[in-house]
């Protein structure tokens, strides 16, 4: 089984990929996630009342920062020239919370998994920080990758 995975070398070794060989080609990928909250959280959130400030403002701009610093955060991650990091945000009122969207892209050799899923967590823990004041019940659910373009592996849409 470890002989398959990339980040391990023939002794079982932690080591970072070697792209150099790889093309540059365009790469996407775009990863979701789930807030859930009181009701009465999501009103204070939409409303604009949160004592904080703007709460999705605040989450759009750490999702972005994240994806940005996101080979400083997760080991044998590659820096990446991102070229867009967009973070959006959908209410929903049944079940009560908010999905948080993420798309990245780079025109590089390695694929923009990690951006996308590291910017959703990132934006997610702040909408948490932001009104865990008024609901430390909140939780997280669903942080997925939804699709990926480029790369050798190709296309992938769940």
């Known amino acids: 089984m470890t002989a398959r995975l990339s980040h391990l070398n ?9 792209v150099s060989a790889k093309d540059i080609t365009a790469r996407t990928a775009r990863a979701e996630g ?15 009342n949160a004592p904080k400030g703007d709460v999705l403002a605040t989450a ?36 009560p919370g908010i999905r948080v969207e993420a798309t990245a892209k780079v025109d590089g050799k390695t694929g ?4 996308a899923l590291t910017a959703v967590s990132i934006a997610c823990l702040t909408i948490y920080d932001m009104v865990k004041a008024v609901d430390r019940a909140m939780s997280f659910s669903g942080i997925r990758l939804m699709e990926k373009t480029g790369g050798r592996s190709g296309h992938f849409k769940r």
């Open 10 to 18: 023939e002794k079982g070794e932690a080591r970072m990929v070697d």
């Open 34 to 48: 789930f807030v859930s909250m009181d009701p009465a959280t999501l009103e204070l959130i939409l409303s604009g």
């Open 60 to 95: 759009r701009v750490a999702g972005i920062m994240a994806a940005k610093r996101t080979y400083e955060l997760i080991p044998l991650c590659h820096p990446l020239p991102l070229s867009e990091v967009t973070v959006d945000f959908a209410p929903s009122h049944e079940p």
């Open 112 to 115: 923009v998994e990690m951006e």
